[in-house]
């Protein structure tokens, strides 16, 4: 879709407006929609101080999942996927990733029903969570 968007930096008040194909996906900062406009306020779009991963949504899911995470600055990611024997079932990021909020789409369609754990490795950092894919 073509917008015109206009963003404002509020720390020092620079804008900056263009027509531009876009597809628009913020989390956590505030924004007004009215017909083909779409208005962000930058200063409200900082990055997370630490490393947060969600829980896959929706779960159980059927046969596509999202797992979300926010990362505070550029890192070294991986996501992968195991079945409940430790097998890796697939690998969704393996690579730098920029700062910011993130979600990944998961398609089980070619599995089998069942518990199934993701595990993200940024860093340091590492999360095991489980999830439900119910056909």
């Known amino acids: 879709m073509s917008v015109s968007v206009t963003a404002t930096d509020n720390s020092n008040g620079r804008t900056a407006s263009d027509n531009v194909d876009v597809n628009v996906w913020c989390t956590n900062c505030p ?3 009215t017909g083909d406009s779409l208005q962000i306020d930058l200063a409200s779009s900082q990055l997370p101080d630490q490393i ?4 896959n949504f929706p779960n159980p899911f059927n046969p596509t999942t999202n797992i979300s995470f926010a ?15 430790g097998r890796e079932v697939a690998r969704l990021l393996d690579g730098l990733t920029s700062g910011g909020y993130h979600t990944v789409t998961w398609d089980a369609s070619r599995l089998a029903s069942g518990i199934y754990i993701y595990k993200l490795t940024a860093g340091k950092f590492t999360q095991v969570e489980r999830m439900i894919l119910l056909k």
Do not use: R
């Open 31 to 33: 924004q007004v929609v």
């Open 52 to 55: 947060m991963v969600g829980q």
């Open 71 to 85: 990362l505070p600055k550029a890192t070294y990611v991986k996501l992968i996927i195991y079945d409940m024997l």
